[in-house]
C-alpha cells in the first residue's frame, strides 16, 4: 500500500497503517489497493532522530478501509521464531513504477534493528515503510505476521542491505496511542490471551470488514487473526474461546 506520495505502508487494523517515521506526518491519504483514505491524524515514535529501531510512524484513517488486508503484529513466540537465517517477505512501492513489488530476504543480524539481505534485492526510494513478513505455521494452516517496517537500504536500489525496524517492542505504545487492540490473540508483550476477535481466518486473508472484524468487551475492532503459537487449546487454526 501507498503513504501518500512517497512511501509504503501495510495495514495493521482496518483504521491504522503503519510507515517509517522518517516520511514525516503530514501524511493526507493513504491507498489500499486501489482505494484512497483520508487520515484523520499521524503520529511518529517520540525522539525516532533516525535511529532505525525507533523509525516507525502511524496514521489512523478517518473510515475504516473496506477491504480486510490487514496483518497482525508479530510478539511473543512468533516474534521470537525470528532468527538468523529466518526468510522473511518484504513489500513496496517504491521507484521507478511505484508498483507493488516483494521479494524474499534472509535474517543476517537481530538486534535493535534487524539487518537482511537477498540475492539481487534491494530497496528503492519509496519502499521506506513497506512490511517485512514471516509466514508461520498454524496448526495445519501457514499465516503470515508482521515483523517490522522496511527503514532503508543501500543506495540506487542496489543490492545490499536491508534494515528493518522490528514492531514487537513498538506495539505496546501502538496500543496506547491509537486506542486500539492490534493483537487480539494476546497481550501487547505477546502472552497468550485470547479475546473475543481470536477466531476465524488467518491475518491478512482478503474480505470484508465487516464479516472479518468483530467488537471486543471493550467496543474496540481487532484484527481476526490465527492462532499463531497458541497452547493446545487452539485447534487447527481457530481459538477455542
Known amino acids: 500500500m501507498a503513504v501518500g506520495d512517497s512511501c509504503s505502508g501495510v495495514l495493521v487494523h482496518p483504521r491504522v497503517v503503519l510507515y517509517a517515521s522518517h516520511c514525516g506526518t503530514a501524511v493526507k491519504e493513504v491507498a489500499v489497493q486501489d482505494t ?17 529501531a525507533k523509525d516507525l510512524a502511524y496514521c ?24 538468523l537465517g529466518t526468510s522473511l517477505t518484504i513489500k513496496g ?9 516483494e521479494a524474499t530476504v534472509t535474517v543476517q543480524q537481530r538486534g535493535d534493528a534487524l539487518l537482511a539481505r537477498g540475492p ?17 505455521q ?10 517490522g517496517i522496511i527503514s532503508h537500504g543501500s543506495a540506487g536500489c542496489d543490492e545490499g542491505d536491508i534494515w528493518i525496524t522490528p514492531l514487537a517492542p513498538l506495539v505496546p505504545w501502538l496500543e496506547t496511542r ?4 492490534l493483537t487480539p490473540c494476546g497481550e501487547a508483550d505477546g502472552t497468550w490471551a485470547p479475546g473475543p476477535d481470536c477466531r476465524g481466518r488467518a491475518a ?20 481476526v487473526a490465527g492462532c499463531g503459537c497458541a497452547p493446545a487449546s487452539c485447534a487447527r487454526s481457530r481459538c477455542a474461546v
Do not use: H, I, M
Open 36 to 52: 484512497r483514505l483520508a487520515s484523520e491524524y499521524c503520529e511518529s515514535f517520540p525522539s525516532a532522530g533516525g535511529v532505525v
Open 138 to 147: 498454524t496448526g495445519d494452516s501457514a499465516v503470515r505476521r508482521l515483523v
Open 60 to 83: 489512523v484513517l478517518a473510515s475504516p478501509a473496506a477491504v480486510n488486508t490487514a496483518v497482525a503484529p508479530a510478539t511473543g513466540c512468533e516474534e521470537g521464531s525470528v532468527q
Open 178 to 181: 491509537t486506542g486500539l487492540d
Open 120 to 136: 539481487g534485492v534491494g530497496v528503492c526510494g519509496g519502499d521506506s515503510g513497506g512490511p517485512a513478513l514471516v509466514e508461520l
Open 93 to 101: 512501492r517504491g521507484l521507478p513504477n511505484r508498483e507493488e513489488l
Open 204 to 223: 491478512g486473508d482478503s474480505g470484508k470488514a465487516t464479516a472479518l472484524w468483530q467488537r471486543d468487551r471493550g467496543g474496540r475492532r481487532g484484527p
